[in-house]
């Protein structure tokens, strides 16, 4: 059973607010190395993929664009294996995710995150499908391959609409 008000607002992510649910990947800070005849900076192992079993595999995503007021009425989580998008097209989207209550989620909360911020999923973590709100649409995603059953789902009696936080630019 989900237990917030509706339309539910999109809180711009940071990474102490989406702690709970997984780990919010940007570049801050000063970098692990410089590369490249100094060319390049690198920030080296920034996500904590979680697996049981299986094997880390790259894949792409080319979602649609979604209109605004974001429709979420499908939740899903991978008891196996942590998730990770990366935008690569300039998209920014909306990142559902909810607590869990002895199998339902719950307590659903919505971020916006912008194109130069990835997202992983804690493993078993309950989170809405892709929805870029901007941008090509097109993310890499980092997620566990292998056998066994990876994936939940389960379809909201009442839909959540989502709008970003109040001042969100589209072009941010």
Partial sequence: MNTVSFPLVAETISADGFAPFGELIEVSGDPTTMINAGRCKRYTDMAKFDLVDGRLGLSLFDSDICALPVRCDLLERHPLGS????????????????????????????????????????????????????????????????????????????????????GWNRAS
């Fill in 83 to 166: 998730q990770c998008f990366v935008p690569m097209g300039g998209s920014s989207y909306i990142v559902v995710v909810a607590e869990d209550d002895a199998g339902t989620p719950h307590n659903s909360r919505a971020f916006v995150a912008s194109s130069n911020q990835a997202v992983n999923i804690g493993r078993n973590i309950w989170h809405g499908v892709l929805s870029p709100i901007s941008g090509s649409g097109l993310f890499a995603v980092l997620d566990r391959i292998g056998p066994g059953a990876n994936l939940e789902e389960v379809t909201l009696k009442e839909p959540l609409q989502i709008m970003p936080t109040p």
